[in-house]
Nanobody
């Protein structure tokens, strides 16, 4: 059974870098053909897909993030991480990791990240 657990800083200052990590259990993140996504939900808005990393390490991003996002994987820890640079209060959201890209078979519980000074 695949399980995902997010971890994050809780509070980030404006203009700084946000980093959230997803720890996966039940399957190796490098197993074909798994894809691993980051999705966020901002206050009052729908879910927003941010990007994904494939089992191969190939990454995909939503163009609206304008190159602020970066996803990486650490297969030794079975984790993948989202970094978002130059954050603003509009990046305040619950950040979720999920298994899949487009269709999601499993989600983490989410981690709240607030951008505020």
């Amino acid at each position: 059974q695949v399980q995902l657990q997010e971890s994050g800083p809780g509070l980030v200052s404006p203009s700084q870098t946000l980093s959230v990590t997803c720890t996966v259990s039940g399957v190796s993140i490098a197993t074909k053909p798994y894809y691993w996504s980051w999705i966020r939900q901002t206050p009052g808005k729908n879910l927003e897909w941010m990007g994904a990393i494939a089992y191969s390490g190939t990454t995909y991003y939503d163009p609206s993030l304008k190159s602020r996002a970066s996803i990486s994987a650490d297969t030794s820890k079975n984790q993948f991480t989202l970094q978002l640079i130059s954050v603003t209060p509009e990046d305040t959201a619950v950040y979720y990791c999920a298994e899949g890209a487009g269709q999601y078979d499993c989600w983490g519980q989410g981690t709240q990240v607030t951008v505020s000074s």
